[in-house]
Nanobody, 127 residues
Framework: QVQLVQSGGGLVQTGASLRLSCAAS????????MGWFRQAPGKEREFVAA????????LYADSVKGRFTISRDNAKNTLYLQMSSLKPEDTAVYYC????????????????????WGQGTQVTVSS
């Protein structure tokens, strides 16, 4: 089992940067495909970014490509999401997610395929 504890987030102005962190417990972090998702009020949870076990390949939603960077430090059991050039439409609760059922070089944009979830952290971008 993997437990995920998120930190970071907050209230920022348009154009600012923020970094989210997701610390994982257990010894399976390096075997887990990781992802970030977000959910705005009244909307479904949507894919933001994903990263394979080694960190060697990443995938981004078109809406954040070029502004957000997902990374991981397997030695520290921690996942990151560096967000820059933030826009009001980025306002949402952000969740990290993990699954150990994917192959080493696979990831998914479907939240239903991720098993473990962080507690969520609010990111609010004011205009």
């Amino acid at each position: 089992q993997v437990q995920l504890v998120q930190s970071g987030g907050g209230l920022v102005q348009t154009g600012a940067s923020l970094r989210l962190s997701c610390a994982a417990s257990g010894r399976t972090f390096s075997s887990a495909t990781m992802g970030w998702f977000r959910q705005a009020p009244g909307k479904e949870r949507e894919f933001v970014a994903a990263i394979i076990r080694s960190g060697g390949s990443t995938l981004y939603a078109d809406s954040v490509k070029g502004r957000f960077t997902i990374s991981r430090d397997n030695a520290k059991n921690t996942l990151y999401l560096q967000m820059s050039s933030l826009k009001p439409e980025d306002t949402a609760v952000y969740y990290c997610a993990a699954t150990t059922s994917f192959l080493a070089y696979s990831y998914s944009t479907d939240p239903a395929r991720y098993v473990y979830w962080g507690q969520g952290t609010q990111v609010t971008v004011s205009s």
